[in-house]
């Protein structure tokens, strides 16, 4: 049995169960008259000519329970290619292909918020049902987004996303954070003095660069604590997690290696191959050569060459 909050639905290890909906009572002409409840539809993006806004209409092709109810290393591989997609208050949709995840096992991965089975109240969206945002704060500044998978405690980190639609708006959001507080300045040390010298001749970012991180991809999106938190991704308007129609994705292109960051853990976990990411993408976050080489190399093998 998993955690429960108002935004969620109970549901059971291995299958998606859902609580019996109610009838509604309506009183026609003073007469009592029982109402079925009828599932509506969830929107779905319908194309616009403006860049950063994108209308909805009903009928979306989001993922559903199932998607999400398989193991963390089953679900790190199979949101690969699929379609991040966030509705904003105002309307504003921003969408982008997932190209990049690390896996989080939760129970012995020393590297996991959840190791040994902790659980805070932080943590708690870990072991909340299949689908649930973990939006976690970290350095005091940065937010990192993950969706709970079928084990308790376990996750997967959405570390990069090739921006599709909205990059006007993301683009925005971006240059807002690269400005450094003027009162600040002064304090700044030779070597950081340099390094914002450096930062203010940079030119506008590329598009690839925007999501490549997973705070740079909170950023972009507006993704927060506050707003996305143990939200249920298959239900709630604001986030949803979509299929690609034009995008296929399977293990001849994909790359398996450590993760980045967490060395603290120790080697053993340091060093497994947990980490997943599109190969040939220019929005990954950080490639590696040598897995490349080797699967360019197996490829080449199976062709005959």
């Known amino acids: 049995m998993y955690f429960t909050s108002p935004l969620t639905r109970t549901t059971s290890r291995g299958s998606a169960t859902f609580p019996e909906k109610k009838s509604q009572v309506s009183k026609i ?29 009903v009928g979306s092709k989001r993922h559903r329970d199932e998607f999400y109810n398989v193991s963390c290393e089953q679900l790190a591989n199979k949101l690969l290619g699929e379609v991040l997609v966030r509705r904003l208050e105002d309307g504003t949709v921003l969408r ?58 376990g996750c997967v980190l959405l570390r990069a996303v090739e921006p599709l639609q909205g990059t006007d708006y993301m683009l925005s959001e971006r240059e807002k954070r690269k400005k450094a507080p003027k009162d ?34 909170c950023i972009s999106f507006n993704i927060s604590k506050q707003s996305s938190n143990t939200r249920d991704l298959c239900s709630w308007e604001g986030m949803w997690i979509e299929p690609d129609q034009n995008d296929r994705v399977g293990p001849h292109n994909v790359v398996s290696c450590p993760r980045i960051g967490i060395d603290s853990a120790g080697f053993e976990w340091a060093s497994k191959p947990l980490r997943f990411y599109i190969i040939g993408n220019p929005s990954v976050s950080r490639r590696d050569k040598v897995k490349e080489k080797q699967i360019s190399k197996l490829a080449s093998i199976l062709a005959g060459k």
């Open 29 to 57: 002409k003073g007469r009592s008259k029982k109402v079925k409840m009828c599932q509506i539809s969830l929107p779905r993006l319908e194309t616009s000519t403006s860049d950063s806004v994108v209308r909805l209409t």
């Open 96 to 153: 982008g292909r997932i190209v990049e995840t690390e896996c989080y096992l939760g129970g012995e991965d020393r590297a996991s918020h959840s190791y040994r089975g902790k659980v805070t109240e932080r943590n708690k969206p870990m072991y909340m049902k299949p689908g649930t945002a973990y939006v976690y704060f970290t350095y005091g500044m940065y937010h990192c987004f993950n969706i709970s998978s079928m084990e308790p405690g």
């Open 184 to 217: 600040i300045v002064l304090d700044l040390t030779m070597s950081s003095c340099s390094a914002l010298s450096n930062q203010k001749k940079n030119k506008s970012l590329k598009i690839h660069e925007l999501c490549n991180g997973p705070a740079k991809l």
